[in-house]
């Protein structure tokens, strides 16, 4: 029996070569144009620091043995699937490709910057997908028409963000890093901090840095439109383990604290209040019906914020708070 040749194990250098080689492919566009430069920042942001010679050198090499067409007419080059071409956009089926959908469109801002920009391709390829084969993926396709979140509250237009603040809050926070802002609060007062971030959240157009400042144990929220800079510091902390941002959440830190958690007591009218039956303000919330039945009286164990105030005073002459004193006199003095 003739003897099998041995297979050598790929060095690493190749390795490497065609890990770059496939994350430069799954990046190349079916509709528009990318560069060079443009792979070589997204490669970077995912940790594969190369050259941007070397990335230039590759895609060459690419453009001969792929369906990958070199728009050489300008500088710098563009680089783009030729028609009927792909491979990212092929190896998606139609639920993967709605759910990459959904999810770039609603986590743009809940992702480190780095990883966005490294899923671009990814993103795209779904939207791609979902647009080039419009017969075996229009019921899914057709599913980014029939859903949609909206505010609770009146629409408003998000605020500027400053991309580089964004990265480096984004960077700090992934890393457990100290963070450096120069950051004005509300009133418009201007100052530099050092601050341990501990999380990242939205709230309708907004987004929140939840922080420590250095030297003090309790968390703060900190609104990121009003950041002027921000600098990962790179020196680590380690991530307090009292703090817990579900926790934060559940007693009330974004609705403006006023104060401790209250027994609320209050009467609505039914045809105003009958969805607190079906979505209760909380796990202790009692209700029971009054005066002829048109009325509810609703008995709940909250917190006290600013927002509770508004969405009460919202209803005007439907509601009417009984209990605690502080609630009556804080609802019945805007009403007047």
Known sequence: MPTLPTVMPARPAAQESLHIALEILKRIPRHGKTTARELHAQLAAMGLERSLR??????????????????????????????????????????????????GQQMKYLLPVRMRRSLVGLFDAAEDRLRRWPEETRQARSWLGKTRTISTSQPLLPPDIDEAVFQAVGDALYADHWLDIDYSNVAGKRSRKRVMPLGLVQQGVRMFLVARFEGHADARTLTLHRFHSATDTGLPFTRPADFDLERFDTEGQFGFVRGNRIDLVFRIRRIAGQHLLETPLSLSQKHEPCEGGDWLRIRAQVVRTLQLEQWLRGFGRMVVVEEPPEMVDAVSDSAN
């Open 54 to 103: 070397r990335i230039q050198s590759l895609l060459k090499f690419l453009c001969q043995h792929y369906d990958i067409e070199c728009d050489d007419s300008s500088k710098p080059h563009g680089f783009c699937w030729k028609p009927q071409a792909g491979l990212a956009a092929h190896s998606l089926n139609p639920s993967e490709s709605l759910l990459l959908a959904m999810a």
